[in-house]
Each structure stands twice: as C-alpha cells, then as structure tokens.
C-alpha cells in the first residue's frame, strides 16, 4: 500500500510541476498588454531618472533589462498587437535603451537620448489612451 501512494504522490509532483512550467506569461508581467506596458514604462522612466553612481539605479538598469526582455518574450509575437502604435512606439524605445545598455553597459544614458525616450513613453501613454 505504501508503495502505491509514494507513486501516486510522485506522479501528481511530476504533473503540478510540469503545469506550473508550463505557464508562459513570465513572472514579472500579468498578462495584459495595457497595464503590462504602463508598468515597463514607468520602470524606466525611474530607471532613467535616478542619479549616476547610486544602488538604486544599477538595481533599476538590472530590472529595466529583465522588463524588455520579457516584455518581447510576451508580446512580439502577437499579431493582434503588431499593428498597434503604442506597441511599434514601445518597440522602437526598448530597442533603443537595450541598445544603449547591451552597448554602453557603464555609460550614463545621454540626454538627447532620454528626451527622445520620454517622448515616445508619452506617445504610448496617448496611444494606450485611445486604444490604439
């Protein structure tokens, strides 16, 4: 009897794992486009804002480049939202700041940089506005 129920508790570990692996909306966004991009902009607006040289901001940069990535992780593929100009606005931008990171990973973000950058988070803000 023993031996039936340490299988039957092994077989329902291997199923309750291999479900809850199987998820693919990753752990930092909840699966809503609107509010999940809302969110990333607002990460980097603060990860763009912090002062050089602080703790705050490398935990910012770490935390802005996990967002991008699993925000294209998420979302690239749809094709409902490729059409969409707050998502082809957000692409351009996150392009851009990986770019800048993955390039220039202990340089200051330029101004001229962060201007274009918080014009275009304006732009998706308009944009996620209007539903488009």
Excluded: W
Aim: net charge positive.
């Amino acid at each position: 009897m023993k031996h039936y129920i340490s299988r039957l508790l092994a077989l329902v570990l291997v199923v309750v794992i291999g479900i809850a692996g199987c998820t693919n909306v990753p752990a930092t966004l909840s699966g809503d486009y609107g509010q999940d991009t809302l969110a990333l902009v607002n990460s980097l607006r603060t990860a763009l804002t912090l002062p050089e040289g602080t703790p705050e901001k490398a935990a910012a940069q770490a935390k802005a480049r996990t967002s991008i990535n699993d925000f294209f992780a998420e979302y690239r593929r749809d094709p409902a939202l490729t059409k969409l100009a707050s998502f082809t606005t957000m692409r351009t931008a996150l392009n851009s700041l990986a770019g800048h990171y993955s390039s220039y990973p202990n340089r200051p973000v330029p101004e001229k940089l962060k201007k274009r950058l918080e014009s275009e988070f304006q732009q998706i803000e308009a944009a996620l506005n209007r539903g488009a």
